[in-house]
Nanobody, 115 residues
Framework: VQLQASGGGLVQAGGSLRLSCVAS????????MGWYRQTPGKEREFVAF???????EYAASVMGRFTASRDNAKNTVYLQMNNLKPEDTGVYYC??????????WGRGTLVTVSS
């Protein structure tokens, strides 16, 4: 499975961004598609995922602000990020597999939230 993420950028605190990630290759291996993020000096952390059934799960730190969704016809997962905070700054990685975290990772996309 190959993953191509896009949509990162610079935004002020309180603003919004939408990340997208398109999967290609052995799509049947992407039962779960989601997002992780990493900041310098920290471990990569779970953000959210969406199952093929559309069931979602979120990290406590983003619940109520981020919404993960998935278009199975387009093999694409989205992460709508609202009310962004400076602590949301990081490199966001798309992830896919049969469980979370899955075996497949995309290149990261940088999200920077200024205060």
């Amino acid at each position: 499975v190959q993953l191509q993420a896009s949509g990162g950028g610079l935004v002020q605190a309180g603003g919004s961004l939408r990340l997208s990630c398109v999967a290609s290759g052995n799509i049947f291996l992407s039962n779960i598609m989601g997002w992780y993020r990493q900041t310098p000096g920290k471990e990569r952390e779970f953000v959210a995922f969406v199952r093929r059934s559309q069931a979602t799960e979120y990290a406590a730190s983003v619940m109520g602000r981020f919404t993960a969704s998935r278009d199975n016809a387009k093999n694409t997962v989205y992460l709508q990020m609202n009310n962004l905070k400076p602590e949301d700054t990081g490199v966001y990685y798309c992830n896919a597999g049969m469980m979370s975290p899955g075996n497949y990772w995309g290149r990261g996309t940088l999200v920077t939230v200024s205060s």
